[in-house]
């Protein structure tokens, strides 16, 4: 299972750390990433890093403002989220998928084979 927290309220410009921790899987073996969806539009990837956390990927439209990262003695990935804005709004989900390569970074959402929850994140302006 992967529960992901750290959501909440925010003003526009502020940040947020989402965490996702894992039980009953070592997330080591794992690709992670964050996707994001808004009511009434589909899922889209916000960040994915690779394997070996040595390769990340963003949607452009957080670059400059979103880190992800892992940590696998803690069995956690992180999205730190800095600049806030309202249309940042919506809940947020980690995901792992157990892939081939440990560098690739993988970004379509049919290689993400375990899903969180959801934490929602509100920016006000």
């Known amino acids: 299972q992967l529960q992901a927290s750290g959501g909440g309220l925010v003003q526009a410009g502020g940040s947020l750390r989402l965490s996702c921790a894992a039980s009953?899987?070592?997330?080591?073996?794992?690709?992670l990433a964050w996707f994001r969806q808004a009511p009434g539009k589909e899922r889209e990837l916000v960040a994915a890093?690779?394997?070996?956390?040595?390769?990340?990927s963003y949607t452009d439209s957080v670059k400059g403002r979103f880190t992800v990262s892992r940590d696998n003695a803690k069995n956690t990935v992180n999205l730190q989220m800095n600049s806030l804005k309202p249309e940042d709004t919506t809940v947020y989900y980690c995901?792992?998928?157990?892939?081939?390569?440990?560098?690739?970074?993988?970004?379509?959402?049919?290689?993400?084979?375990?899903w969180g929850r959801g934490t929602l994140v509100t920016v006000s302006s």
């Open positions: 995901a792992a998928g157990q892939r081939l390569s440990p560098t690739y970074v993988y970004t379509a959402q049919q290689n993400y084979d375990f």
């Open positions: 009953g899987r070592t997330l080591s073996i794992y690709s």
């Open positions: 890093i690779s394997r070996n956390g040595g390769s990340t």
